[in-house]
């Protein structure tokens, strides 16, 4: 039944739009018999769309919850200032504290700085953004974006979002000693922009040895936002990189 009711509605949707083949693809999936074959699968936005074209009650509350957020989003495009605000309350509703949710609205602002200053010299959003936000890192965290990651044990999740604040600090001015000067020495292109980000990731680099020199403890933790209580710490006690101090 299964699959005579995902038959009719992808008639359904090809009759909507035409486009199906954008909304599903096809890889091969082991079955029961341990065999693979071609199975429809979707991504989350494409399974959206599904759900649009649903004719069941159960469904509704879907297609609701759809309709809100976009009439949220044409609010936003109206009035920015509202992002900000939702963004802060989403915070709040997931436990983090004021004082960590005003470092990451303040790493919001210093991060779109950098990204208009990469814009003004013309690095290409996407994959030359990434190269450079991971040179960054590597020069002031002494590991990749990757490898920061997998120390937090994060897949998709926002690594900004489980950084402590004193983690947001540091990666804050990387990103604006980047920004800094490549404002002055105007870059001409990715490659340029590439050793910018290298020597704006390493003033940040080396004041956070500084003061774990004077600290004795580690900056870099491997705290994420299943405990948010532990990003406040901040820092964590040399030799013990995995666990923030109660």
């Known amino acids: 039944r299964a699959a005579k009711y995902w038959s009719v509605l992808k008639n359904r949707i090809r009759k909507e739009s035409n486009e199906l083949t954008t909304i599903c693809s ?22 959206l769309r599904i759900i649009q074209s649903i004719p069941s009650p159960k469904a509704e509350p879907f297609k609701q919850w759809l309709a809100r957020v976009g009439s949220e989003r044409l609010d936003e495009m109206a009035d920015p200032e509202l992002s900000f605000d939702r963004a802060v309350a989403t915070y709040k509703q997931k436990g983090y504290s004021d004082n960590w949710i005003n470092q990451r609205v303040k790493s919001i602002q210093v991060r779109k700085g950098l990204t208009d200053e990469w814009d003004r010299v013309g690095i290409k959003k996407g994959q030359e953004y990434a190269i450079l936000t991971d040179e960054l890192t590597k020069a002031w965290a002494d590991r990749s974006v990757k490898e920061y990651k997998q120390l937090k044990s994060l897949k998709k999740e926002n690594l900004r979002d489980n950084m402590s604040d004193i983690e947001l600090i540091f990666n804050m ?43 004795k403890r580690k900056v870099i933790t491997a705290s994420n936002a299943l405990n948010t209580k532990q990003l406040d710490s901040g820092f964590v006690k040399d030799g013990d990189e995995n666990t923030v101090p109660n």
């Open 173 to 215: 001015l990387a990103e604006a000693s980047t920004k800094e000067i490549s404002e002055t020495e105007n870059p001409a292109g990715f490659q340029e922009s590439k050793q910018v980000a290298r020597r704006g990731g390493t003033i940040a680099g080396d004041a956070r040895k500084a003061l774990e020199k004077e600290t």
């Open 26 to 47: 096809q890889l091969k999936m082991p079955a029961a018999d341990g065999k693979h074959y071609k199975t429809d699968v979707a991504d989350t936005e494409q399974l």
